[in-house]
């Protein structure tokens, strides 16, 4: 019996100081949880509208090419990256308000790169594509939170009615 209730307490201990037994899946790095704040990954076999968004820099300033783009409540969108720049950018799909948390993160760690559902990070001359379901009416936007870049202008608007 003694030894038994050692072993219990034993094992609660190591359960209790482990670290794995606190953090979820995908704890060690950069990781998001399965929610977002603008809406819900897209699924890529249904029908989408096609939105194109290019990145870069002119004239001193970044930029993304809509700065603005409107849709509806429900709607699913297809936006086609490309960087036609000479510095790496991202646009990463949250609220102002999770894009600029993030950003003071990014501060921290400027080498972190996105390959997330609502966010990617494309090199120079580079294309990739965010499939993504607007859930949530309100205004959200898209952002490159590398150091920066968002002080230089890369922000743009999505309005969902």
Known sequence: MK??????????????????????????????????????????????????????????????????????????????????GELDHEFILATTADNLKHGEAMKKNPDMEHDDPNGKRLAPKKTNEIVWKFTKAGEFEYGCLIPGHREAGMVGTILVK
């Open 3 to 84: 030894y038994l209730h050692k072993t219990c307490i034993a094992i609660i201990g190591a359960v209790l100081i482990s670290p794995s037994a606190w953090a979820g899946a995908g704890s060690s790095g950069h990781s998001h949880d399965e929610t977002f704040s603008a809406g819900e990954p897209g699924d890529p076999k249904k029908a989408a509208r096609i939105i194109q968004v290019t990145m870069g820099e002119m004239d001193g300033k970044m930029m993304f090419m809509p700065s603005k783009v409107e849709v509806k409540k429900g709607e699913q969108v297809k936006f086609m990256l490309r960087n036609n």
